[in-house]
Every structure is written in C-alpha cells, then in structure tokens.
C-alpha cells in the first residue's frame, strides 16, 4: 500500500481526535459544511469553545473552511482523513503480521 504520509504526520491527526468534543464536531462535518453557530447548537460547548476546537482540527489539516459572505463555513478535509485511516490500517496490518508470526512460530 502505498503511503501518502509520514508516520509523524497520522500520529499528529490522530491526536486531535484524541478529544471528544473534536470527535462530535468531526462527525457533525460529515453530514456536510457548518458555521461555528451550527456546530454550537448541536454540543454542549461554547461558541469560543468550537473555535477553539476547530482551530486543533484545521492545525492538524483535518478541517478547511470557506468565506460565504460574512461567516466561516467549516468542512473535512477528506484527503487527510484518507490519510489517517491510511495510516490506521498501516498499523492494523503491521499488528494483524505481528499476530499471525506469533501464531504460526513453532513452540519452543
């Protein structure tokens, strides 16, 4: 498989879904492109609080945003989601290896 990434980079995405509220506010983003109000609405957070969030999340370049008029309409980023299920299923497979070395060495 080829990859699209470094190894650094997948650990750092990863980490920003290391927080709950940026794991909602991601999978609100899937059902398409939200305001800081619309995302508010839906989690029990603050406005700031999203920003703030989103803020990890676009540092981390899972998240763009657009300028439509006067608000700031925020969506995933799916190349770099790609990227981290790429580098999910680099680590599945390398532990899947692991395992199936483990099961067919012989007992000693």
Do not use: C
Request: hydrophobic residues 35%; proline residues 6%.
């Amino acid at each position: 498989m080829p990859r699209r990434q470094s190894d650094k980079a997948g650990s750092d995405r990863i980490a920003a879904f290391g927080d709950p509220v940026r794991r909602a506010i991601i999978e609100i983003l899937a059902d398409g492109p939200r305001s800081v109000g619309d995302i508010a609405e839906r989690l029990p957070v603050t406005r700031p609080a999203v920003s703030q969030h989103l803020k990890v999340l676009s540092n981390a370049g899972l998240v763009l945003h657009d300028t439509v008029g006067t608000r700031n309409l925020y969506r995933i980023d799916p190349e770099r989601v790609a990227e981290v299920r790429d580098y999910l299923d680099q680590l599945w497979q390398k532990a899947l290896g692991n395992l199936k070395s483990r099961i067919e060495k012989p007992h000693q």
